[in-house]
């Protein structure tokens, strides 16, 4: 038998390559399995974030009878901190995160409007939603018995960009909204105008819960 028949014959019982051609072949699959896992567990992990913010802000709103101006900054500003460890910003200095909290009441037909409105972007707080703009509300919200009644509304939006994926799924806008009932509001048919069960801003004086509630001094 010649040496090139021989080794064409040694070649085909040869088996310690094997296992590594089936890596080769399998890795790409491996790599892009655990890349996709890392960056899902992530962009999970920010989307529960933009849930608890948005959660916190109407929250911290709806537990107010009047808000004034710096108390907004400071409601608003806290999002910053709610989102941590996650930046709020780029490399570039832009805003990664949007945060819009609004007061909508629905009159006697059950059409929510919004009575106010404020966006902070990270760093300053401007208007949000026009005055009298025409809202829908989420179906559980929109029963009779939610007639002529306000709602705190807080809308968080976050851009997330996967840190290895980004070539095929750029940035992702993960946003999340609430709908809370103020809890303090004694703004009702019996004693005032429309709308009824608000928290006012802005405000020109400081007006706490348990100011209202317990210490009964506002």
């Known amino acids: 038998m010649t040496k090139l028949a ?29 890349i996709g896992g890392v960056e899902l567990g992530d962009a999970m992990s920010i989307k529960a974030k933009v849930s608890k913010t948005a959660h916190a802000i109407a929250d911290l709103v709806s537990q107010n009878t009047q808000v004034t101006a710096s108390q907004m900054q400071a409601i ?7 989102i941590a460890p996650y930046r709020v910003k780029d490399g570039a200095g832009q805003s990664l995160i949007t945060v819009k909290v609004s007061e909508v009441s629905t009159d006697s037909s059950g059409i929510a409007k919004v009575q106010w409105s404020r966006s902070f972007d990270g760093t300053t707080v401007s208007t949000g939603w026009p005055v009298g703009q025409v809202m829908t509300l989420p179906p559980s919200l929109a029963v009779a018995q939610n007639n002529n009644v306000s709602f705190i509304l807080s ?9 290895l994926g980004y070539a095929m799924t750029g940035t992702i806008p ?16 019996s004693n005032s105008s429309f709308p ?9 004086a400081t007006c706490s819960c348990i100011q209202h509630m317990q210490q009964r001094i506002c």
């Open 6 to 34: 021989l080794r064409v014959r040694q070649l085909g019982i040869d088996t310690n390559a094997v296992a590594a051609t089936e890596f080769a072949i399998v890795v790409p699959f491996m790599l892009l399995l655990y």
């Open 76 to 82: 608003l500003g806290a999002s910053t901190a709610t």
């Open 155 to 163: 809308e968080v939006a976050y851009a997330y960009t996967p840190g």
């Open 174 to 189: 993960l946003r999340d909204s609430q709908y809370l009932f103020p809890r303090c509001s004694t703004n009702t048919p």
């Open 196 to 204: 009824y069960y608000d928290v006012k801003f802005p405000s020109p």
